[in-house]
Nanobody
């Protein structure tokens, strides 16, 4: 069984920074991509950022581009999200996810961690 565990969330004032971490444990696997998603109250889960390990290619949602940076270690299936210039609209539960090689979907998900940005 694979577990993804997020940490680093919390309460921060607008303009502040947080760094989220996601660590994999349990059964080992090879991931081709890891990502962060978020879900705000009353809204659907949305994509935030992802990294494709082959070539370290990164993608970001337009709403976070230039403020958030995704990084990590594919050998450890660990991914980080550095969040700078936080805005109240970034308030959400943030989830990390992992995509195994040869699989189309993000199969493994963390439990989520709360990020709250006060104005």
């Amino acid at each position: 069984q694979v577990q993804l565990v997020e940490s680093g969330g919390g309460l921060v004032q607008a303009g502040g920074s947080l760094r989220l971490s996601c660590v994999s444990s349990g059964r080992t696997f090879s991931s081709q991509s890891m990502a962060w998603f978020r879900q705000a109250p009353g809204k659907e889960r949305e994509f935030v950022a992802r990294v494709i390990w082959n070539g370290r290619i990164t993608y970001y949602a337009d709403s976070v581009k230039g403020r958030f940076t995704i990084s990590g270690d594919n050998a450890k299936n660990t991914v980080y999200l550095q969040m700078n210039g936080l805005k109240p609209e970034d308030t959400a539960v943030y989830y990390c996810a992992a995509q195994r090689y040869g699989h189309a979907a993000y199969e493994y998900w963390g439990q989520g961690i709360q990020v709250t940005v006060s104005s």
